[in-house]
């Protein structure tokens, strides 16, 4: 097993000098050094062909011993340092002091074909960061975590990527409803990949401490190394001042937060778009790249409902329900320019952009449900389409990926027939009132007449909705069902999911038991739409 080693992290960032694995406060330090936990029999359960390929191995690498051992934290390879982050957060509104990678190792760089991947094992044991936890994963939460990056990456949605998924042997104790009773379950380590693993919260922590000095080491870092187009844009503005402090000035702070404020509003949207429903958008869950990142009790709508959140935490307030997701990144946001101000020391350039993203959020959203419903010009009226639509889906329980996509069937010359079109979305057929069905049958209508004033032709109409609804994603029973196959040492409907959301977006008639309706026995389970951060 070859791997291009690189540690760009480690040698340009500050560590902590304390190596000794204890819990603890680490302060003017990006990281700890820490040795993943050895772990009791660990097993592969599933390699992903194409990211051993992204990083320059094969599949023969993957069934070696040192695969095995790497990949689960039983060997540390020669001239690598594991490493654990420091980062604070903002959960559920609130800051919460330190968090950091309780459970997450780095272990590494690698390059190939001239990208940079970080490494990372989730579930690999304790860090000074741990906090009261035991820093592994149990199978369940894994499962969902490897199917679903992948999932989100075929998707065309940013994401981080997942290589393997592995038990450890041992057993972890959680208390999945945190109802007081305890269970053990199989313990699994998940490797993943990422250009960076960096937060929102890795900035948060050193403003919230006023350790500038840090802040603005670890800031530059990131401009230097995933927004290095910033620094020749300000520079050559700047030619009046010294080269040193043209390479990155304050003009590039802000312009770095609006890349970061633009990469975030483009995956959320992308989240609207597929009904996905991250469930804990805390600032340390929010990717300074923008990708979707930290897959806990995450789901898919399935009937549509913007009130809709699987996890059970947030079962109160609702925090983070889909319909408000573009709403909660603005916020979050909020909080990435309060940690970068202390670098600018001026709120107007940030609020520019703050307020750029209010209104982008609009426009992108309307943009992206235009796209949905195949509309390739744009119209002053289709935000009270797009309007009338959702209330309409609201109206009964409608599935909202069977809808979408078989919109694509829609018969623009008889509009009332279009119910039939749609009508396997519909949950409970008996719950269509007359009422419902007129209702609906006005929206066939006024979506028929916008067609026809839409200069593009039905076929490509077709093709275009067919690329952006997807017709499989991986529902909350689907990540259930493989995972209590797992848990019984079965794992062909891992690989079966695995295969089958490579091609989100295609007709895959093998598999059109996939593209069905939610059922009955998932609605009120357990894993199916109730998750909790019990992981
Ligand atoms: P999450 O919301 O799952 O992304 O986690 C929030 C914080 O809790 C992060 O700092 C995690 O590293 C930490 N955490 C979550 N689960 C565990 C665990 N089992 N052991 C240690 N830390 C954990
Ligand atoms: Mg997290």
Redesign the pocket.
Same mark, same amino acid.
């Given at each position: 097993m070859k791997l291009n080693i690189n540690n760009t992290f480690t040698s340009q960032l500050p560590a902590d000098p304390i190596t000794e694995n204890s819990r603890r406060q680490v302060t003017k330090a990006c990281y700890s050094y820490v040795t993943p936990k050895q772990t009791a029999k660990p097993e592969l359960i599933h390699v992903s062909p194409e990211l051993l390929e992204t990083i320059g191995l094969t599949n023969q690498d993957a069934k070696s011993k040192t695969f095995l051992n790497v990949f689960t934290g039983n060997t540390v390879l020669e001239n690598t340092t594991p490493y654990a982050m420091c980062?604070g %957060?903002h959960?559920f509104g609130h800051w919460a002091g330190q968090?950091?990678?309780?459970?997450?190792i780095n272990l590494f760089e690698v390059e190939h074909d001239n990208v940079n991947w970080k490494v990372q094992l989730k %579930?690999a044991g304790?860090?000074p960061?741990?906090?009261t936890?035991?820093?592994?994963?149990v199978l369940r939460s894994s499962v969902r975590e490897y199917l679903c990056s992948e999932a989100m990456y075929h998707l065309g949605i940013p994401t981080t990527r997942a290589l393997s998924l592995a038990l450890s042997g041992d057993q972890v104790l959680r208390d999945v409803l945190y109802n007081g009773n305890p269970d053990y379950e199989k313990g699994a380590i998940v490797s993943r990949l990422a250009p960076s693993f960096l937060r929102f919260g890795s900035f948060e922590i050193f403003a919230s401490r006023q350790d500038t000095a840090t802040l603005k080491t670890v800031v530059d870092y990131t401009i230097k190394t995933h927004y290095p187009h910033l620094i020749a844009t300000s520079a050559s503005k700047n030619t009046a001042t010294s080269h040193q402090e043209a390479e990155i000035n304050k003009q590039t702070y802000v312009q770095f937060f609006n890349d970061v404020a633009t990469r975030s509003l483009e995956m959320v949207i992308h989240w609207q778009r597929v009904g996905f429903v991250h469930g804990?958008m805390?600032t340390?869950?929010m990717s300074i790249l923008g990708l979707t990142i930290?897959y806990?009790p995450y789901g898919w709508l399935e009937g549509y409902e913007p009130g809709w959140t699987p996890n059970t935490t947030d079962s109160q307030h609702k925090r983070y329900q889909f319909g408000t997701q573009p709403d909660i990144v603005q916020w979050n946001l909020y909080q990435l320019a309060n940690a970068l101000y202390p670098l600018i020391e001026e709120a107007e350039g940030l609020e520019a952009v703050l307020a750029n993203y209010a209104t982008q959020k609009d426009i992108q959203y309307l943009q992206m449900m235009r796209s949905k419903l195949g509309l390739s010009n744009q119209e002053q009226l289709d935000a009270n389409l797009i309007q009338e639509l959702e209330d309409c889906l609201q109206l009964t329980e409608t599935d909202m990926t069977i809808f979408f996509r078989n919109l694509a069937l829609f018969n623009t010359t008889t509009p009332s027939q279009n119910l039939v079109v749609v009508k396997d979305a519909f949950y409970n057929l008996k719950e269509v009132s007359e009422a419902i069905k007129t209702r609906w049958n006005l929206w066939f209508e006024s979506y028929a007449e916008r067609l026809q004033r839409d200069p593009i032709s039905a076929e490509a109409r077709i093709k275009n909705m067919n690329s952006v609804n997807p017709k499989y994603v991986l529902r909350n029973y689907m990540a259930q069902l493989a995972i209590d196959d797992a848990d019984k040492g079965d794992y062909r409907l891992i690989e079966e999911l695995f295969n089958l959301l490579k091609h989100p977006y295609a007709e895959q008639p093998k598999h059109e038991k996939w593209f069905a309706k939610r059922p009955e026995w998932a609605r009120n389970k357990v894993g199916c739409s109730m998750l909790s951060?019990s992981?």
């Open positions: 980062y %957060g959960q968090l950091g990678d309780g459970r997450a %579930g304790a860090t960061y741990s906090r936890a035991d820093g592994l994963a804990v805390n340390d869950n930290d806990g951060c992981s």
